[in-house]
């Protein structure tokens, strides 16, 4: 039985990979690198040094540890810039809804995402208290597609991962899911993904799958 519900923040609660796409193109512009949308695509659950390594796939030279810290550290500061345009309106009132609902129906929720910038997106879209627990990347070792955050999303909540759903738009995190042992929900890009347990158009199609617990 489902217990406790985790979701992943980017492509789920709220929409950053414009943001994420912009910082990119700047770095990749300043480097002469091409990148485009579709790149920007596969970056999607991925950790900041592994979307780095993608982008580099495409530079004319070799990028040593030192200068590939430099150029993720830029593209931070300017992702952390465009993140203050966020605010609670940047969630949509119905998905806002659904995970009240979802919490009067007597489940945990949880975030289990990537992202070091977490704490300050969820403050930013007026979530910074709302969830029974955040993992996020500041807390992992392994990114997606490794189960690390999910893991520690359940274990924070209280539950085992057969007791937990998590929904996610990333293939790279319905892995994750499936290699925890979770139901994975797909949602925008991964809900067409065959892995994904069940497939969701939007947090509101939660509410006919996860019915009221009953109290014992
Ligand atoms: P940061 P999620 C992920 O968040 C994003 O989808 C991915 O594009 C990003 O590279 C990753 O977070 C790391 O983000 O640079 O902020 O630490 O989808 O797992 O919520
Ligand atoms: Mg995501």
Redesign the pocket.
Known sequence: MIKGIVF?????IVST?RF?YEAWKAIADQEGIYFDEKINDR??????MA?LDIILERASRQYDEEEKLALATKK?EI?RGLLSRLSPSDVEEADREALEELRSRGYKLAVG??????PLILEKIGLGSFFDAVAD?NQITHS?PNPEVFLLAAKLIDIDPSEGAVVE??EA?IDAAKAGGFLAVGIGGAASYYRADRKIASLVDLLSIFKPIEKE
């Open positions: 992943d923040l980017d492509g789920v990979d994420h970056l999607r659950g991925v950790s900041r979307s931070n992702y995402s990537s992202s070091k910038n977490t990347g997606k738009d990333a995190g």
